[in-house]
Structures are given as structure tokens and as C-alpha cells.
């Protein structure tokens, strides 16, 4: 999976649209292959990050756990420092 997909379930406060509509165009760019849409593409690279984003809500929506919500600034932490022993 691409690295700068995040997870965005379980977190408090949950993920607003902004964080589930940049997951849906990181995954569209990643199964494009491309960053940025040629004209003839950008209709349907739009499309496609709006149905992502809509279906990611539904899911983010229908999940449940009984594990306890996570904290944002933690798991920031914690990829700081994965990032930290890669380089």
C-alpha cells in the first residue's frame, strides 16, 4: 500500500471529508500510475477520487470495534520514528 495513505479508522475525532477525500486521491494516483491527470483523463480521475471517497466514507461509516479509539499525535509519533530508523 502506498505510504501516504493513512488509516483512518478508529481515531478520535474521526476522519473528516478532507482526510477521506486525500486517501481516495492518493489511491487513484497510485492505481493511475500518474500525480497529476492529462486533460483527456482529469474527468475521469475525478470520477474516480469521488466514488472512493464516497465509498470509503460508507465504509468508515459501517465499521465498529471494541478497541479503544487512537490518538492522532501518537500515531504521528509513531511514524515519525519508523521514518527515523529507515533513513
Not at 481516495?24 to 497510485?30: D, G, I, L, S
Not at 470520477?47 to 470509503?56: M, S
Not at 487512537?70 to 509513531?78: F, M
Amino acid at each position: 500500500m502506498c505510504r501516504n495513505i493513512r488509516t483512518l479508522h478508529n481515531f478520535e475525532p474521526h476522519a473528516t471529508s478532507d482526510e477521506v477525500h486525500a486517501a481516495a486521491v492518493q489511491y487513484v494516483r497510485k492505481i493511475a500510475g500518474t500525480t497529476k491527470p492529462s486533460h483527456a483523463n482529469a474527468e475521469a480521475f475525478d470520477a474516480a477520487v469521488e466514488e472512493v471517497a464516497h465509498t470509503t466514507q460508507h465504509l468508515l461509516n459501517a465499521l465498529v470495534t471494541t478497541a479503544p479509539a487512537k490518538n492522532r499525535e501518537v500515531e504521528a509519533e509513531k511514524r515519525r520514528a519508523r521514518f527515523a530508523a529507515r533513513a
